[in-house]
């Protein structure tokens, strides 16, 4: 029976008791699959990251339950639809209840899958909302088409109306079906991106930076695969795309070349491992730790919280001061210009002591402290001190000087009136 005739008969069997059957049907089908629903995620997603494999499990449960109860809805309707349908005199309304939630779970998987790609690591945008708003309205509409017996209309109009691309015509019922297409398998294409690249982040005998550019490469990949399969499967010829490919190459050579170079110079950072999320570099003007390594631009984030977007360029073609490229251990030095008649073979070893008493400061290289040159009013004293991360050098440095003033004060030592402040470093 076709089902644009449902409603019609379930309005002409509103009084048959076999439609009381399928209400109770459907509703110990919906009851059962959240309950199902529910206890595999209390069973199987009551896990964390640190349980290995076992915890990459519990968590991708955990994430799709909302998925996971309409599915199981869907799937227990479906079979006793089927398990009915030899007893009953007609199942409509178990043939209705099937569209309402598949539907259901077409819109809860989009939005699984939309929110794992764009809103892994902060909130969820307007933008996410809006299209999640948009993309229901839609399923829902042609649920209502479909049930209502418009739809084989709807799309009769629209093979019906074509299009001039070029030299072809295409009619809007084939771009329809490749723009749902495309976005199908490109969310498909971005979910396994993503959840690749969290498993490849997992890998501890790889260096981040390779880790990052499988990542990347893989996803560049899936997607580049998804629209070719898309595309092909709808119908369309995919030698139309040489010619934007050509149109691609051009607008490289003439206006994206900054983009393109950024791009390159992104993979090759990644691939030649030079920085490496973590690292604590200076380039140019920007200093700070590297937050992320993005194929256009690499994230710093400085000690006070500011992030700078320095374009992937500029590390490669530029002088770039790596903290911890070979090894994270730091020397801090700080200075100071006492007089003349400072007692140094008392003082030195009392500075030396004095930060190595610290507990960031590292006991191999020890502390040294020593005179670094005669000033034309004192002399000058160099403490240095090894530390084993880079990010904590402005705190060590702050408490290694409280340290030796207080030590300076204690043992009287005196400083020379007219003396400038030498750079702490």
């Not at 297409?181 to 390779?210: C, D, K, P």
């Not at 997607?223 to 898309?230: M, R, Y």
Request: with cysteine.
């Amino acid at each position: 029976m076709p089902l644009s005739n449902l409603l019609n008969d379930l309005l002409t069997d509103i009084r048959d008791p076999h439609l009381l059957w399928q209400a109770v049907t459907i509703a110990a089908c919906v009851g059962l699959g959240w309950f199902l629903a529910r206890q595999i995620r209390n069973n199987y997603g009551k896990g964390s990251a640190e349980e290995g494999r076992n915890g990459v499990v519990h968590a991708g449960v955990a994430s799709f339950g909302h998925v996971l109860a309409p599915l199981l809805v869907v799937a227990l309707i479906f079979v006793a639809k089927l398990a009915l349908a030899p007893f009953l005199h007609n199942v409509h309304l178990l043939r209705v209840a099937l569209p309402v939630f598949g539907s259901l779970a077409v819109i809860r998987l989009a939005f699984y899958l939309l929110r794992r790609v764009f809103a892994r690591h902060g909130p969820i945008g307007a933008t996410i909302l809006t299209f999640e708003k948009i993309f229901a309205l839609l399923v829902w509409l042609a649920v209502a088409l479909y049930l209502t017996g418009l739809w084989p209309d709807v799309f009769k109009f629209l093979d019906g109306t074509e299009l001039p691309l070029g030299r072809n015509k295409v009619s809007l019922a084939t771009i329809l079906q490749a723009t749902v297409s495309v976005v199908i398998f490109l969310m498909l294409a971005l979910w396994a991106g993503t959840a690749l690249e969290e498993r490849l982040m997992r890998v501890e005998g790889l260096h981040t930076s390779l880790r990052v550019a499988m990542a990347r490469m893989s996803r560049a990949l899936l997607i580049l695969v998804a629209v070719l399969v898309s595309l092909s499967m709808v119908g369309i010829d995919l030698t139309v795309l040489s010619v934007f490919g050509g149109a691609l190459g051009v607008g490289l050579g003439l206006g994206l070349q900054k983009i393109a170079s950024n791009y390159v110079s992104g993979f090759v950072i990644l691939l030649e491992r030079s920085l490496a999320i973590g690292d604590t570099i200076t380039v140019d003007k920007y200093n700070g730790k590297v937050a992320r390594i993005n194929t256009r631009y690499t994230v710093l984030r400085s000690l006070d919280g500011t992030d700078s977007m320095v374009p992937n360029e500029m590390l490669v073609s530029g002088a770039v001061v790596n903290s911890s490229l070979s090894d994270k251990k730091t020397r801090v030095v700080t200075l100071m210009t006492v007089g003349f008649d400072t007692n140094l073979d008392s003082l030195l070893p009392k500075l030396e002591a004095a930060v190595a008493s610290l507990p960031r400061v590292m006991a191999a290289p020890a502390p040294a402290a020593m005179l670094n040159r005669f000033a034309a009013n004192g002399l000058e004293l160099e403490v240095g001190m090894w530390i084993a991360d880079p990010d904590t050098r402005g705190s060590v440095l702050s408490e290694a000087n409280l340290k030796i003033w207080s030590l300076l004060q204690a043992e009287g030592v005196s400083f020379p009136k007219n003396a400038s402040v030498p750079d702490q470093t």
